[in-house]
C-alpha cells in the first residue's frame, strides 16, 4: 500500500508496452491507414453528405502527411479548421488497440507490476492508496486495468463498489480521453473494446467531446484539467515521469516550479545526451531541483526506482 502522496506522469511510452502506438507511430496510422469512408460516415449523416466529407478527411490528411510535424497533437495546434476530424481519426486510429488480453498478458507489464507489488490493499482499503496519475495519453488502458483487476481480485464485488474504489485514485488526462466506460456512465459510456460494431461510429463522434486540443501559446492554466494536476503536483511528496518524452510545449504547461524540494525522477529511454541536458537544466532553472533521469523503460524503472519506504 502506497502512503506517501505520490504523482506520475504518463507519456506516450507508459502505453506502447500495451501495443498502444507514441506520437510518430500514430501519425503513420493516421495517415496510411485511416479508413476513410468510416470517418467521412461519421461526419455526415446523409448518403450526399460523405462524398462532400470525405474530401475533408483527404484535405486533413494530406496536409497533415506534408505538415513535417512529428505528431497530430503539434500538427492541430496550428491546424483548427481539422479540429473535429483531427480528433475523430486520433480516436479511429486508437480504438482498434483496445485490446483487453493486451493487459495482461504481455511479461514485462507495469500496470501489473505496480498493481500487486503496491496498491495490494484489503479491498476496503484500496482507496487509501495516496497515488495519482497525470496522462497526457488519451487511451484509457490504466482506468480499464484497474477497474478489471480490482473486480477479480476480490469475491462478489459490483461494478458499482469498484467503481467507487477507482474513482478514488486520481488519473487526470490533460487532453482528455476517447470516451468513459459504462461503469462511470451508463447512457454514453463504452466498453474496453476494438471490435468494429455499431457503436464505432457513436464513438467516433464524442471524441470531438472528449478530447481536448489546446492551441499552441494558449494559457491552460484556467483549464479545469490542468488546476487539478497542478493541485497534485503541488502536494506530491515524489514525482515519477514514465514513458514521457518531454515535449517543449507540455514540460511549460507543467508547474516545474512547485516540484522544488521533492524528489523528482524520470524515464529517459532512448533520449540522446543533448536532450537530457536540457531537461535537467530546465527543471534546474524552472524550480532549483534536480530531476534524476535513468535510461530504462517503464517496468525496469519501476523494478530499480521505485522506493516507498
Known amino acids: 500500500m502506497i502512503d506517501k502522496r505520490i504523482v506520475f506522469i504518463l507519456g506516450a511510452g507508459a502505453s506502447k508496452p500495451f501495443e498502444y502506438p507514441v506520437g510518430t507511430e500514430l501519425r503513420v496510422r493516421i495517415c496510411d491507414n485511416i479508413n476513410k469512408g468510416e470517418l467521412a460516415a461519421a461526419l455526415g449523416d446523409r448518403e450526399e453528405d460523405v462524398g462532400l466529407y470525405l474530401n475533408t478527411v483527404k484535405e486533413f490528411r494530406d496536409s497533415f502527411f506534408k505538415s ?6 503539434a500538427f492541430l495546434e496550428h491546424r483548427s479548421e481539422y479540429m473535429s476530424v483531427g480528433k475523430m481519426a486520433i480516436a479511429q486510429a486508437l480504438i ?98 476494438h471490435e468494429q460494431d455499431a457503436r464505432r461510429r457513436l ?35 515524489e514525482i515519477f515521469f514514465l514513458g514521457f518524452g518531454f515535449d ?43 530531476i534524476y533521469l535513468y535510461d530504462f523503460d517503464v517496468i525496469t524503472f519501476l523494478k530499480h526506482r521505485l522506493s516507498f519506504s
Open 68 to 73: 513535417g510535424k512529428l505528431s497530430i497533437d
Open 96 to 193: 482498434p488497440y483496445e485490446i483487453e488480453r493486451n493487459l495482461f498478458l504481455i511479461k514485462e507489464n507495469w500496470y501489473m507490476y505496480l498493481y500487486s507489488q503496491y496498491l495490494n490493499a484489503p479491498f476496503e482499503k484500496f482507496n487509501e492508496n495516496k497515488i495519482s496519475f497525470i496522462t497526457f495519453n488519451y487511451d484509457r488502458s490504466l482506468e480499464h486495468f484497474l477497474f478489471t483487476s480490482l473486480k477479480n481480485s476480490y469475491t462478489g464485488k459490483s461494478d458499482q463498489e469498484c467503481a467507487v474504489k477507482i474513482k478514488s485514485i486520481p488519473i487526470i488526462h490533460l487532453y482528455g480521453r476517447l470516451d468513459p466506460f459504462t461503469w462511470e456512465d451508463s447512457k454514453y459510456g463504452h466498453s474496453y473494446s
Open 203 to 237: 464513438r467516433l463522434r464524442a471524441a470531438v467531446k472528449n478530447i481536448t486540443l489546446v492551441p499552441e501559446g494558449e494559457d491552460v492554466t484556467s483549464r479545469r484539467e490542468f488546476q487539478e494536476a497542478y493541485k497534485l503536483i503541488e502536494e506530491a511528496q
Open 248 to 290: 517543449s510545449v507540455n514540460l511549460s504547461r507543467l508547474c516545474i516550479e512547485s516540484m522544488k524540494g521533492k524528489r523528482v525522477e524520470a524515464t529517459s529511454y532512448g533520449l540522446p545526451p543533448t536532450r537530457k541536458d536540457f531537461i535537467q537544466q530546465y527543471f534546474s532553472d524552472k524550480s532549483k531541483t534536480v
